[in-house]
Structure formats: structure tokens, C-alpha cells
């Protein structure tokens, strides 16, 4: 791997953890800021037959393979 894409794989990764600790620590009962983090985070969620559920995340995987 590149040191490029070393650095660019370590800032989405660490993006990704402090994303998901922010929503780790919400308190639940500001509503509206629980509306807030949720839409940074979900970009869109599909429902299908059978209940199964799609979800497409607004952050990018940074155990994904350019």
C-alpha cells in the first residue's frame, strides 16, 4: 500500500470511529440531535419484501478496495 493511500485509508478510518463514537454517546432523549446524527450517517435505508433492509451510509468503508 502506497503511503498515500495509507494516510487517506487512516483519516477515513479514524472519520468512521469518531462518526460512530459521537452516536455511541448521544443522549437520547435531545431527539433532535439524534435526527442530526442519524442523517450524517444514513444517507438512505431500503425496505424490501420479506423484511429485509437495505442501508446506504453517507461515510465511505475504509476497509474497502479502491
Known amino acids: 500500500m502506497a503511503l498515500e493511500s495509507k494516510q487517506n485509508f487512516d483519516q477515513q478510518l479514524h472519520a468512521f470511529k469518531k462518526e ?5 454517546t ?3 432523549d435531545d431527539e433532535q440531535v439524534m435526527k ?7 444517507h438512505k435505508i431500503e425496505v424490501f419484501e420479506g423484511e429485509r433492509i ?3 451510509y453517507n461515510l465511505s468503508n475504509p476497509y474497502a478496495i479502491n
Do not use: M, N, P
Open 20 to 24: 460512530v463514537g459521537r452516536f455511541i
Open 26 to 28: 448521544l443522549d437520547f
Open 36 to 42: 442530526q446524527v442519524l442523517q450524517r450517517l444514513i
Open 54 to 56: 437495505k442501508i446506504h
